[in-house]
């Protein structure tokens, strides 16, 4: 494998089991290629967290190898955590030092020669240009969760890790935020964000992936993910009202409003046939009007909460299964 | 520096007026070497634990953890932060003295030795402390059970001559009474125990806690899980 290859971060079959015999990662492997923007979703408690904090040195796998760039994260821990920017979920800042120090002490941690053009480029992009002298204590949680951004850019990271990010923050610092996610994305910056909105993914992410009981369920593009589990509705707004299904049309997968006044077919947007044209020659047969017709596709979090529920039934179903033998 | 003005104005003036010589040398003269030891014990261990306790209790040490910085880098960060100050502190102490006594300093190589090895040391094992610790009650224990009570029993503002024979065998037990008579043997040359077990003391506990650090590091013991 030539080096335009090699994916900028591999997992292969990492585990995590603490001391207490937790299992926080059940042999994951993933590969993220440059420049990707990649959103893992999944509820508490799924594990993204410590993956996050495996790859970048602060949680110690039990198994498994993780390459960033082609190097290992145990035998090249410097080349590899140079290149690696996180930013952490909970709001952890110095409380006494300026805006303008810790990110210069971040940028010099990380190996890096000062450079005081970069780090006023970051903190203007954030908007933290005027408080730099300001003590982080005096901060509101909003700006020490851009500090923290700072910081992790301050190293110019070629990989950056953003852990639920716009945890509590307010709009204007998200659109900030991904301004600046998409100007990184452009130049080549890889980004892995872990998210609880859904619509952040649907709109940002390249891939999605759906971590749960600290196994990844799927990892795909989100279009594909959307087109290949997304499922479609066709509403119908009928010109007088039904009391109840024909049975000239009672064959296709209808409900019925309270009202009866529309109708909605569920369909499979990938099935071979999804059964409109039949049903609609049935409606003309049935002499059934129609004044408008819309089609509306389920998101991507209707999509998560079903992936994470079947993963949850099933490893219900697999321990009880367990308990019974 | 306040507080070293203190001791000399109530050890040295008010007290030590009333007290004889000890081993030749006045009692304010004499007390130098165990204020200056008091301070750098407690102010290293205080300084490390301190230094690295507070990032793992605010949560900022992930940046550390995650920053391409190896263990020994780490330790000879923090570590050798806390021990020049001890080190300044201790400096800072003398020169105080120096206002209310007329100093001498027999080998002041042997002096500088015992300031740093002793700083080193006890930075390590506040160090160590602080690693330990995951709360503030086990923080302060230790130098507070152990520590000043060791200090203050080590033969600091006493020559442990002036005790019954018994006690002198127990304060040979006490580890620092070895660093309190090297450290003033190189003031004065008085000692109770030789200078270089004193010295060979204090590398040992050097590289003691220095095994204990690596060992830390090495099993990730409290701070990577």
Known sequence: ?325 | MITTSLYFIVFGAAIGSRIQEVGGVSYGAFIVPGLIMLNLLTNSISNASFGIYFPKFVGTVYELLSAPVSTFEVVLGYVGAAATKSIMLGFIILATAALFIDLQIAHPIIMLAFIVLTALSFSLLGFILGIWADNFEKLSVVPMLVITPLVFLGGSFYSTEMLPPFWQTVSLMNPVLYLVSGLRWSFYEIAEVNVWVSLGSVLMFLLICFGIVVWMFKTGYKLRS
């Open chain 1, 1 to 325: 494998m030539n080096a335009v290859d090699e994916p900028i971060l591999r997992v292969s079959n990492l585990s995590k089991t603490y001391a207490g015999g937790f299992e926080a990662l059940k042999d994951i492997s993933l590969e993220i290629q440059k420049g990707e923007i990649i959103a893992l979703l999944g509820p508490n408690g799924a594990g993204k967290t410590t993956l996050i904090s495996a790859i970048c040195g602060i949680v110690r796998p039990s198994s498994g190898q993780v390459t960033v760039a082609g190097f290992d994260i145990a035998r090249d821990y410097r080349k590899t955590r140079a290149l690696i920017g996180l930013v952490p979920q909970e709001l952890t800042t110095d409380s006494f030092e300026s805006v303008y120090n810790t990110v210069a002490f971040s940028r010099g941690l990380f190996g890096r020669a000062p450079n005081h053009a970069h780090l006023e480029k970051v903190l203007k992009d954030l908007s933290l240009w005027d408080k730099k002298d300001n003590k982080i204590i005096t901060l509101s949680g909003g700006m020490k969760r851009r500090v923290l951004i700072a910081k992790a850019l301050a190293h110019e990271p070629r990989v950056l890790f953003l852990d639920e990010p716009t945890a509590g923050v307010d709009v204007s610092l998200r659109k900030d935020m991904w301004k600046i996610v998409k100007e990184l994305r452009e130049s080549g910056v890889t980004i892995i964000l872990t998210t609880h909105y859904i619509e952040e993914a649907e709109e940002i992410a390249d891939r999605v992936g759906v971590i749960n009981n600290g196994e990844i369920i799927l990892i795909e593009s989100k279009t594909a993910l959307m087109q290949k589990l997304g499922k479609k509705q066709l509403i119908l707004d009928l010109s007088e009202s039904l009391s109840a299904l024909p049975a000239a049309i009672n064959r296709h997968d209808l409900a019925i409003s309270d009202d009866g006044m529309k109708l909605t077919y569920t369909f499979d947007t990938q099935s071979e046939r999804t059964g409109i044209t039949a049903l609609l020659d049935d409606l003309k047969a049935a002499d059934i009007q129609f004044r408008d017709l819309n089609t509306t596709q389920s998101s991507l979090e209707e999509i998560f909460v079903n992936l994470v529920d079947e993963s949850s039934e099933r490893n219900s179903a697999a321990v009880n299964g367990a308990a019974a033998e």
